[in-house]
């Protein structure tokens, strides 16, 4: 799956520092350029000023909720994923797919290619995904 992304920009909004630079390196590895950051307030500047192909949120940062982060997403029609242990999801973030912490990183990396490669209908609740 070398390169797959090649190209492709994700954003990885995680506050978890082992978290963020593991998920980072892997969507590196298969082409990725990949932009981590561990605030809301972080990710809606660099959400002003670049364009993502996906993103990957922890629902719950230090400074808030992702509530903002996925209605911003939404609006821009691009595909994201919520990566946390949180149970109650609310707002626009209960659209997405939720990916259930732990999980090991490599198949979350196999989502965020499945997101981007064959993205689904913003619109539609996904599936929760397991560890």
């Known amino acids: 799956m070398s390169n797959v992304l090649a190209g492709r920009r994700v954003l990885v909004v995680e506050d978890e520092v082992i ?34 192909d996906a993103a990957v949120l922890d629902y ?3 400074d808030g909720f992702s509530t903002e982060l996925c209605e911003e997403l939404e609006r821009r029609g691009t595909p994201y994923l919520i990566h946390s242990g949180y149970e109650k999801i609310e707002g626009a973030c209960a659209l997405a797919e939720k990916v259930e912490k732990p999980m ?17 209908s913003p619109s539609q609740p996904a599936p929760t995904v397991q560890p």
């Open 104 to 120: 090991a990183t490599d198949r979350l990396v196999d989502r965020i290619v499945q997101l981007i490669l064959k993205p689904s």
């Open 60 to 62: 719950r940062l230090p």
């Open 19 to 52: 978290i963020s630079l593991d998920v980072g390196h892997e969507l590196e590895m298969v082409g990725a350029t990949c932009h981590c950051v561990s605030t809301l307030a972080d990710a809606l500047k660099l959400l002003t000023a670049h364009p993502y």
